[in-house]
């Protein structure tokens, strides 16, 4: 699950109750481990995991965002993927690297955002949770 889930269906309200459910399992003495995605900083070569994004407009979307004051001290998106296009959408001329992205790529960006802000997305399994879980959850 996602730790900022923002999609109505799900949110905060969806986590709290996978965790009273999981929590009442437990309590009854079945494994159930609930694992909340947190959000991730965003680095320079974040974009570049894609082939469609070559390193340099990798590095050039996250100068954008901290130009925009849209990253925090540590580099995490301070809004939800959704702001930020609001934002791009209301003033292009402050986003010109992220607003002369193609369809594909765009797309490939903001949902991105979305993954780094733990918003409702699919996210890479880099440290192998979600295997280690279907593989041996009470371990």
Partial sequence: MAQYDNAPEVGATGNALAQTNASALTARG????????NHSPAYPQRWARWNGISLSLSKAIFS???TNHLLDSRNYLVLTADSIEARITASPSH????????????TFATNEMDIMFAAH???????KTTIHFLEAPCR
């Avoid at 986003?95 to 369809?103: H, K, Q």
């Avoid at 997305?121 to 440290?127: G, K, L, P, R, W």
């Fill in 30 to 37: 079945i494994c159930s481990p609930l694992y909340l995605h």
């Fill in 64 to 66: 954008e965002l901290q």
């Fill in 95 to 106: 986003y010109p690297v992220i607003s002369s992205l193609n369809l594909a790529q765009y």
């Fill in 121 to 127: 997305q699919f996210f890479s399994d880099y440290n």
